[in-house]
């Protein structure tokens, strides 16, 4: 089982995508904005976190670097509802940072694979670092 940090300015979305987190088995928090975000994570906190990369007061480039700060062996992956900002520098190369980018219409297998992908990898990481 993986903690996860959803992060997204859209209530229902972080609402819908908790859900949809809990019932594959994981737990979750949620942040509406990067201060929130910022303010929650601690190293060893988290085994994943998915950011949205538009927000206001500062989207997924500043709170993927703000978060990696704060817990550098964190995987993020970066996540948009705009099919346009896919293919946009911001997410190819402002967003270098992140282990993954996605748009928001993924398929509950997709969130399945990504959590079981990047969660585990960051707890084999953070239970080599423990010993």
């Known amino acids: 089982m993986a903690h996860i940090l959803l992060v997204d300015d859209d209530q229902t979305f972080?609402?819908?995508?908790?859900?949809?987190?809990?019932a594959l088995?994981?737990?979750t928090s949620c942040a509406t904005n990067q201060f929130d975000a910022v303010?929650?994570?601690?190293p060893g906190v988290f085994n994943?976190?998915?950011?949205?990369?538009?927000?206001p007061g500062g989207g997924a480039i500043t709170a993927v670097n703000l978060l990696k700060e704060k817990d550098q062996d964190l995987p993020i992956i970066a996540m948009t509802g705009?099919?346009?900002v896919r293919s946009s520098p911001v997410?190819?190369?402002?967003?270098h940072n992140a282990a993954a980018k996605i748009e928001k219409t993924y398929r509950l297998a997709e969130l399945d694979e990504l959590i079981t992908k990047y969660a585990s990898s960051s707890e084999t990481a953070?239970?080599?670092?423990?010993n």
């Open 82 to 84: 705009m099919w346009t």
């Open 91 to 95: 997410m190819q190369v402002g967003l």
């Open 48 to 55: 994943l976190a998915f950011v949205d990369v538009i927000m």
């Open 126 to 130: 953070a239970s080599i670092s423990a």
């Open 39 to 42: 303010e929650m994570v601690e």
């Open 25 to 27: 088995g994981h737990t």
């Open 14 to 22: 972080l609402d819908t995508a908790s859900e949809a987190i809990q």
